[in-house]
């Protein structure tokens, strides 16, 4: 009986574990679309080929690309923390990248480097935002792929993913093409074929 | 039926005595009830795991119309229906392992869905690393609470696809995770081969276990690449000299995983080594010798060929007939072989010759036994030692055709004279 006490107690704890990552994992982000301070994240061009992992759209934004003037050896395992402020058009921009976490009262987000070239001005990093990705129903992510990819090429169209940024953390609120949101315009479109 | 009237009719004509029939009854039907259990456990578990998996699968279309709680809600419902019915299997059907391996595999493939769909839900970007650690550690428990050897499948292939992720090519991420996730399954394991030597789950896990430590090998931290083929070596030395253990010897021979995959392993490699190309490249780093024998791949194979020999020994003291094959030989001596191969220019020649000898002893030990198998295996060998040099020679077409001619001959009398030895004996 005692036997039996302990197997249950220990299989009890086991469980709370298994609820405890997936629920922490959607707190963290729940309090970081709750509290967090919204960015506009310009998208770039992409590689269409590139675009279509089953069912989300592959993101690559134009605020990757980050130029500074040190010589510091980035290394490509460790995170890196971004600070972000806004451009005079109001999208969001790197304006700096530290090994350390700063305070929270400033806006940053942690970020992994991709790639690193040494130029003439210092070295130009591609970053990686902890938002590549932007998961929607099967049936329609590949024609919001597609209407992502015509946005982002396109100039006269304004494509941006709405990111809410929260002490480090940021969470994918939604992506946005001339000021309508994938999910609709996908939708329209739909109902325009039929 | 067919049992029931044949007995009645050898009860009738006096052939077997009243004891026996019920005897032979009752052998019959204990063995179907075997049987049956063993059913009840692959359907359980095949039905646990197609539910999981299809109600994965439901949930990742990502239902645009629900809201996110309500997507968050459901991504939990997987995750407490597995741990109800883990908790019911343990509480009420604690002796039936049908009831325990399903629920437990049904929880294990529930765990990763919850947290992929987390992911998926807040568009989290791709871990695969964190995702595959959290989700084995979070399915070990069920391993040992609700003793399923299942879910210790399972968890061998999740750290198994762990450590190549992280580990290929090497990356910072320590690489003895592995090991230590490898070492936390082993109770299970040993206790299985104590318990159930026969049982289909000691086999799985043979396998399974063979294949993860010699898939996740080369995750080790590197400084010469090539004394890989040391440290693999000395890994399929121990592997042919453990499948050999007694324990084994009853077994057939698909079941003995480590015999198998070492003994395979072991031909592979030398085939590859007996390529001049290699050692040429590798004699022309001139590295150092001291450096090689303290590099890292050598320090781990110190113990494996250490404990090879070790099991050596320990068979031969027990069973006085042991001897020694020359694959065994050539495994467990190969860090030699190796070193005389990258200092001198002899290991090319000195590995053919090896698998030459390999594969005569092994076809003159087939054809001696009267094992189709083992004898052809022999011919197999010889005929791909062949089949290598004819792409690093500059033999003509007609030698290599002729060669081809001879070998074709050879395979069929050694065949037609084996089987007709048989035919003539029964």
Redesign the interface.
Request: proline share 3%.
């Given at each position: 009986m005692k036997n039996k006490a302990l197997?249950?107690t220990?299989?009890g704890?086991?469980?709370i574990?298994?609820?405890y990552?997936?629920?922490s994992?959607?707190q963290l982000?729940e309090e970081v679309l709750e509290k967090g301070v919204e960015y506009r994240f310009r998208t770039a061009p992409v590689d269409p080929a590139d675009l279509f992992r089953g069912?989300?759209v592959a993101l690559r934004f134009d605020a990757a690309s980050f130029s500074m003037d040190s010589s510091y050896n980035w290394s490509f395992?460790k995170p890196a923390y971004a600070t972000l402020a806004e451009d005079s058009l109001g999208f969001a921009m790197v304006i700096d990248l530290s090994i350390e976490a700063p305070t929270d009262d400033i806006h940053y987000v942690e970020v992994q480097i991709q790639s690193r070239m040494e130029s003439p001005l210092g070295q130009s990093l591609q970053l990686?935002?902890?938002?590549?990705?932007?998961?929607?129903?099967?049936t329609?992510a590949k024609p919001a792929g597609l209407a992502y990819a015509e946005a982002a090429r396109d100039s006269s169209k304004e494509a941006y993913a709405l990111v809410k940024v929260h002490k480090g953390d940021a969470?994918?609120v939604d992506v946005m093409i001339d000021g309508v949101s994938l999910?609709e315009l996908v939708e329209s479109q739909k109902d325009q074929g039929h | 039926m067919s049992l029931k009237n044949e007995l009645s009719v050898l009860l009738n004509n006096g052939v077997i005595s009243e004891e026996t029939a019920s005897r032979i009854k009752e052998f019959y039907s204990t063995k179907k009830s075997n049987s049956n259990q063993r059913l009840f456990i692959i359907y359980g578990i095949l039905g646990a795991l197609l539910v999981g998996l299809g109600i994965i699968l439901i949930l990742a279309h990502n239902w645009d119309q629900l809201s996110r709680t309500t997507k968050s809600i459901f991504a939990f419902i997987p995750l407490t229906t597995g741990q109800v019915l883990c908790i019911y299997a343990l509480w009420k059907k604690s002796d039936s392992a049908a009831w325990r391996e399903s629920s437990a595999t049904f929880l294990a493939v529930s765990i990763g869905a919850s947290i992929a769909l987390m992911g998926q839900i807040y568009h989290l970007p791709e871990d695969p690393e964190s995702f595959l650690l959290t989700w084995t550690l979070l399915g070990l428990p069920l391993v040992y609470l609700m003793r399923s050897s299942m879910s210790s499948l399972l968890y061998i292939m999740g750290i198994t696809a762990y450590a190549v992720q992280s580990g290929y090519p090497h990356s910072d991420e320590p690489y003895w995770i592995y090991f230590l996730l490898l070492l936390a399954i082993m109770p299970h394991y040993l206790q299985l081969l104590r318990q159930k030597f026969e049982s289909s789950f000691s086999t799985y896990h043979h396998w399974f276990i063979g294949l993860s430590i010699i898939i996740c090998l080369g995750i080790l931290p590197t400084r010469h690449d090539e004394q890989l083929f040391v440290l693999y070596m000395s890994l399929l030395a121990l592997f042919i000299q453990l499948g050999k253990l007694p324990a084994f010897t009853n077994s057939k021979t698909r079941n003995n995983a480590y015999l198998l995959l070492g003994a395979l392993g072991a031909l592979i490699i030398l085939f590859i080594l007996s390529f001049d190309s290699l050692w040429v490249s590798w004699r022309l780093t001139l590295t150092p010798l001291s450096s090689r024998l303290s590099a890292t791949e050598m320090l781990v194979s110190y113990p494996i060929i250490a404990s090879a020999v070790a099991i050596y020994f320990l068979r031969k003291r027990r069973q006085s007939a042991v001897g020694i094959n020359l694959l065994e030989f050539t495994s467990i001596l190969f860090p030699i072989i190796f070193f005389i191969g990258v200092s001198s220019s002899s290991g090319a020649v000195l590995v053919n010759l090896l698998v030459l000898g390999i594969g005569i002893l092994t076809l003159r030990s087939g054809s001696q036994k009267e094992h189709l198998g083992l004898m052809n295996a022999g011919l197999l060998i010889i005929a791909i030692l062949i089949i290598c040099r004819f792409s690093d020679t500059n033999m003509s077409f007609v030698v290599r055709g002729v060669l081809f001619v001879l070998l074709g001959i050879g395979f069929f009398l050694a065949n037609y004279r084996l089987l007709k030895k048989r035919k003539s004996e029964e």
């Amino acid at each position: 009986m005692k036997n039996k006490a302990l197997l249950f107690t220990l299989l009890g704890l086991a469980f709370i574990a298994q609820w405890y990552i997936p629920l922490s994992m959607s707190q963290l982000n729940e309090e970081v679309l709750e509290k967090g301070v919204e960015y506009r994240f310009r998208t770039a061009p992409v590689d269409p080929a590139d675009l279509f992992r089953g069912r989300y759209v592959a993101l690559r934004f134009d605020a990757a690309s980050f130029s500074m003037d040190s010589s510091y050896n980035w290394s490509f395992n460790k995170p890196a923390y971004a600070t972000l402020a806004e451009d005079s058009l109001g999208f969001a921009m790197v304006i700096d990248l530290s090994i350390e976490a700063p305070t929270d009262d400033i806006h940053y987000v942690e970020v992994q480097i991709q790639s690193r070239m040494e130029s003439p001005l210092g070295q130009s990093l591609q970053l990686k935002f902890p938002f590549d990705r932007f998961y929607m129903e099967e049936t329609k992510a590949k024609p919001a792929g597609l209407a992502y990819a015509e946005a982002a090429r396109d100039s006269s169209k304004e494509a941006y993913a709405l990111v809410k940024v929260h002490k480090g953390d940021a969470a994918l609120v939604d992506v946005m093409i001339d000021g309508v949101s994938l999910q609709e315009l996908v939708e329209s479109q739909k109902d325009q074929g039929h | 039926m067919s049992l029931k009237n044949e007995l009645s009719v050898l009860l009738n004509n006096g052939v077997i005595s009243e004891e026996t029939a019920s005897r032979i009854k009752e052998f019959y039907s204990t063995k179907k009830s075997n049987s049956n259990q063993r059913l009840f456990i692959i359907y359980g578990i095949l039905g646990a795991l197609l539910v999981g998996l299809g109600i994965i699968l439901i949930l990742a279309h990502n239902w645009d119309q629900l809201s996110r709680t309500t997507k968050s809600i459901f991504a939990f419902i997987p995750l407490t229906t597995g741990q109800v019915l883990c908790i019911y299997a343990l509480w009420k059907k604690s002796d039936s392992a049908a009831w325990r391996e399903s629920s437990a595999t049904f929880l294990a493939v529930s765990i990763g869905a919850s947290i992929a769909l987390m992911g998926q839900i807040y568009h989290l970007p791709e871990d695969p690393e964190s995702f595959l650690l959290t989700w084995t550690l979070l399915g070990l428990p069920l391993v040992y609470l609700m003793r399923s050897s299942m879910s210790s499948l399972l968890y061998i292939m999740g750290i198994t696809a762990y450590a190549v992720q992280s580990g290929y090519p090497h990356s910072d991420e320590p690489y003895w995770i592995y090991f230590l996730l490898l070492l936390a399954i082993m109770p299970h394991y040993l206790q299985l081969l104590r318990q159930k030597f026969e049982s289909s789950f000691s086999t799985y896990h043979h396998w399974f276990i063979g294949l993860s430590i010699i898939i996740c090998l080369g995750i080790l931290p590197t400084r010469h690449d090539e004394q890989l083929f040391v440290l693999y070596m000395s890994l399929l030395a121990l592997f042919i000299q453990l499948g050999k253990l007694p324990a084994f010897t009853n077994s057939k021979t698909r079941n003995n995983a480590y015999l198998l995959l070492g003994a395979l392993g072991a031909l592979i490699i030398l085939f590859i080594l007996s390529f001049d190309s290699l050692w040429v490249s590798w004699r022309l780093t001139l590295t150092p010798l001291s450096s090689r024998l303290s590099a890292t791949e050598m320090l781990v194979s110190y113990p494996i060929i250490a404990s090879a020999v070790a099991i050596y020994f320990l068979r031969k003291r027990r069973q006085s007939a042991v001897g020694i094959n020359l694959l065994e030989f050539t495994s467990i001596l190969f860090p030699i072989i190796f070193f005389i191969g990258v200092s001198s220019s002899s290991g090319a020649v000195l590995v053919n010759l090896l698998v030459l000898g390999i594969g005569i002893l092994t076809l003159r030990s087939g054809s001696q036994k009267e094992h189709l198998g083992l004898m052809n295996a022999g011919l197999l060998i010889i005929a791909i030692l062949i089949i290598c040099r004819f792409s690093d020679t500059n033999m003509s077409f007609v030698v290599r055709g002729v060669l081809f001619v001879l070998l074709g001959i050879g395979f069929f009398l050694a065949n037609y004279r084996l089987l007709k030895k048989r035919k003539s004996e029964e």
